[in-house]
């Protein structure tokens, strides 16, 4: 009785290592938002890291977060660091490639909760007097970010967040002075 109890223990866990071994390697989360304002305002959101705390949807989990600023001041080679509690964990992000009013790609290193990288990229398409906004994130899945993912949709989890901040930002950009 306890060999086939162990047997079918052993069998489940092949199982589940497989069924883990066998799920997508990389991750995509992606969302758009339409927003009253030309691209070059929309885009200096982005584009400097000083004016995140305004719209991102992590500033506000750890008012007392520490923030730390290098590099260029705005665009390529910007980086920002931070450091807070469970909510925001800590990390860093620095501005690889930035095309004013149209791309901005950031090298994303979490390094607490847990270590990751991903590339994150916010494109801005003007459509008449709107810009569409789309902020997307994609990165690598280990055999545990595989297995945790079978568990945790990161889609919803993240996609919440980037709505979240797409709506902070367009309320930012829709009140800003009409260039």
Do not use: C
């Not at 092949?14 to 691209?39: C, F, G, K």
């Not at 719209?55 to 008012?63: N, V």
């Not at 007392?64 to 260029?72: H, I, L, R, V, Y």
């Not at 899945?141 to 967040?161: C, E, Q, R, S, W």
């Amino acid at each position: 009785m306890i060999k086939k109890i162990l047997l079918g223990l052993v069998v489940i866990i092949v199982i589940l290592l497989v069924v883990i071994a066998l799920q997508s390697s990389t991750y995509h989360v992606e969302r758009t938002a339409a927003i009253n304002a030309p691209a070059s305002v929309v885009f200096e959101q982005v584009n400097d890291f000083h004016k995140w705390n305004a719209w991102s949807p992590w500033a506000k989990l750890d008012p007392s977060m520490k923030q730390t600023f290098e590099g260029a001041p705005a665009g390529n080679g910007a980086v920002y660091t931070w450091s807070g509690n469970k909510d925001v964990g800590e990390g860093r992000m620095q501005i690889t490639e930035s095309h004013p009013s149209d791309l901005v790609k950031i090298k994303l290193d979490f390094l607490r909760p847990f270590a990751a990288t991903s590339d994150t990229v916010f494109t801005f398409k003007p459509a008449g007097n709107q810009t569409t906004v789309t902020w997307g994130m994609t990165g690598d899945k280990n055999f545990i970010a595989k297995a945790f993912h079978l568990f945790m949709n990161i889609d919803k989890m993240v996609g919440g967040d980037f709505e979240k901040g797409l709506a902070q930002m367009k309320a930012i950009a829709e009140s800003a002075p009409k260039q």
